[in-house]
């Protein structure tokens, strides 16, 4: 239990990919540190998601509408977009106001809460 506490104390943000040392003792304790590192893993997998949609972000900021981008809204609506299966289309003119349209895939007929969104047809 104190290798697992230590291992458990060593593990911080600056450091991701720790994990604690998992006993060889078959008993609830190599459970649990079993369901730690996984844990660990998702925790580390989410970090690393966020960290590219910032850098999608960022450049998006650094974008003007002439080179495909107009912001950090912009860069929001094309993530969404890329995750539901749909796309975006952005009408830009000198004479008018920006439009973004963002037609997304038919949610309503998944399968479940759960369901990851149909591609279009």
Same mark, same amino acid.
């Given at each position: 239990?104190?290798?697992?506490r230590a291992?458990?104390?060593?593990?911080?943000?600056?450091?991701?990919?720790?994990?604690?040392?998992?006993?060889?003792?078959g008993?609830?304790?190599?459970?649990? &540190?079993?369901?730690?590192? &996984?844990?660990?893993?998702?925790?580390?997998?989410?970090?690393?998601?966020?960290?590219?949609?910032?850098?999608?972000a960022?450049?998006?900021?650094?974008?003007?509408?002439?080179?495909?981008?107009?912001?950090?809204?912009? &860069?929001?609506?094309?993530?969404?977009?890329?995750?539901?299966h749909?796309?975006?289309?952005?009408?830009?003119?000198?004479?008018?106001?920006?439009?973004?349209?963002?037609?997304l895939?038919?949610?309503?007929?998944?399968?479940?809460?759960?369901?990851?969104?149909?591609?279009? &047809?």
């Open positions: 239990m104190e290798r697992l291992g458990a104390a060593r593990i911080s943000g600056a450091h991701p990919g720790g994990r604690v040392p998992v006993p060889a003792t008993d609830e304790i190599t459970r649990l &540190a079993s369901t730690l590192n &996984a844990m660990l893993a998702r925790i580390d997998d989410a970090a690393a998601r966020q960290q590219q949609f910032v850098g999608d960022s450049h998006e900021l650094r974008s003007t509408p002439a080179n495909g981008g107009s912001g950090l809204g912009l &860069a929001i609506s094309r993530q969404i977009a890329r995750r539901h749909g796309s975006i289309t952005v009408d830009d003119s000198p004479t008018t106001t920006c439009t973004v349209r963002l037609p895939p038919d949610t309503a007929r998944t399968e479940g809460p759960d369901s990851a969104p149909r591609p279009p &047809a």
